[in-house]
């Protein structure tokens, strides 16, 4: 599975690329931090998947989300959070979001998830929000 990591904190970019590089079958095509640059990387690397941060150098990613499945519509998009109460959240779905992980997960259960997208066809997988 090829994915996208999106985020303004570049520590949190690196760590998250370290800790799933480490895993089998999951490839980090790339990094973003902008919008701008998001949008480029996910046209040019077409990834399967893109965990993506609200707040972005340039915007957010509810922003960015259209924008996204503008140039690579098979692409599913969660979005990291640290609150998950947040009205934004549901805003996400609507934009066509898979769904949403709070940062405070387990890697267990993030990884569990994260497998569950590799395996599952996006027309068959709900969208979830787990915290």
């Known amino acids: 599975m090829k994915i996208l ?37 996910a046209r040019d690397l077409k990834p399967d998947l893109i965990l993506m941060n609200f707040d972005l150098a340039d915007g957010t990613g509810l922003e960015a989300t259209p924008l996204i499945l503008a140039v690579c519509p098979t692409t599913n998009i969660v979005f990291l959070t640290t609150c998950d109460k947040d009205e934004r959240l549901y805003e996400a779905l609507r934009f066509g979001a898979l769904g949403y992980l709070n940062k405070s997960i387990s890697l267990n259960k993030f990884l569990k998830y994260i497998r569950s997208i590799e395996v599952d066809d996006q027309a068959t997988a709900e969208p979830v929000m787990i915290s």
């Open 5 to 41: 990591l999106v985020d303004d904190h570049i520590l949190f970019r690196e760590g998250l690329r370290s800790l799933l590089s480490r895993q089998q079958n999951l490839h980090i095509a790339g990094t973003a931090e902008s919008i701008a640059e998001t949008v480029e990387k």
